[in-house]
């Protein structure tokens, strides 16, 4: 099942992606937004009954349809930074974490599949990392790594753009990680009873080249083990992201003398193994 947030003749619809086109689940007589289904104990029966039993007249196709951010709201985006062994070596960092590397971006950087991201007017080197990110399901506090996973409601894809020279400006990275735009999601989001976050393949195409392709078995901390870690720091709530962090092969790794950084009109393609590619083009 893949869940998306779109707009069609000014109004934001929740939908599925079927075989048949993208059902308006909402003309099909669910009042739920994506915020509300994920904290609906019953939301995806429901969808899943509205599937198998409507008709042709509640399908559009996605031509019709403008995305957005499946979530548009979330309390808390929350990032994992320097989470792969191969991303810590690139990034030319000796120690491997001893806990997850956290930090935030906000709402005002949320993007959406096929919507153009503006570069900011500060800031030189723009750079890419594909990332999978859960969307939590229900309130999490003090949880275990084996409960963890329990409390994600489902996972999309994710681009995690940094500006490299705003983000080591100071100790603290949040100026490169949250001009408006930096934070792409989707397409879809797909439930968490058809992932399996540990074995994932992840990559990442600019321009048609692909600069990075790995998988989700090489985190350091894997998304259990990240739940639970947040978890016994913040409460975490219903539709809060988490961006889980990014394997190697950024721009920031390359040698100095071959670090081309994103330019308006390059495309880029985060795709993840069953939940789909979210496509941006610099602007």
């Known amino acids: 099942m ?5 707009k069609k003749d000014n109004e934001v619809k929740l939908g599925v992606k079927t075989d048949k ?6 003309k099909a007589g669910l009042d739920l937004n994506l915020e509300e289904l994920v904290k609906n104990e019953n939301g995806l029966s429901l969808v899943k009954e509205i599937i198998n039993n409507t008709g042709s007249e509640n399908y559009v196709s996605e031509a019709e349809i403008e995305f957005l951010p499946p979530l548009l709201n979330p309390e808390k985006i929350i990032c994992v ?3 792969y062994q191969s991303h810590v070596e690139e990034a030319k960092l000796v120690n491997v ?3 997850p590397v956290l930090f935030s971006k906000f709402n005002n950087a949320l993007a959406a599949h096929s919507e153009n991201i503006p570069l900011p007017k500060v800031g030189e080197k723009f750079d890419f990392e594909a990332e999978l990110v859960m969307v939590i399901g229900k309130e999490a506090k003090d949880v275990s790594e084996e409960e963890a996973l329990s409390y ?10 940094s500006v490299r020279d705003l983000q080591f400006l100071t100790g603290q990275w949040l100026i490169g990680k949250s001009p408006d735009g930096f934070a792409p999601i989707g397409p879809y989001v797909v439930p968490a009873e058809e992932i399996d976050p540990f074995n994932l ?3 990442c195409k600019v321009n048609g080249e692909v600069r990075q392709s790995s998988n989700t078995k090489h985190m350091i901390f894997n998304c259990a083990k990240i739940v639970s870690y947040i978890s016994r720091h913040m409460t975490l709530k219903p539709g809060d992201l988490i961006f889980t962090g990014t394997p190697e092969g950024v721009i920031l790794g390359l040698p100095e003398n ?11 393609e985060v795709t993840i193994e069953n939940i789909g590619t979210l496509r941006n083009v610099i602007a």
């Open 201 to 203: 393949n992840i990559e």
């Open 152 to 161: 994600v409601f489902g996972y999309t894809a994710g681009n995690d753009l």
């Open 21 to 26: 086109g993208i059902l308006d689940l909402n």
């Open 97 to 99: 974490p001893e806990n």
């Open 81 to 83: 930074g320097l989470n």
């Open 2 to 6: 893949k869940l998306l947030t779109f």
């Open 258 to 268: 071959e670090q081309i950084w994103l330019k308006p009109g390059d495309e880029m």
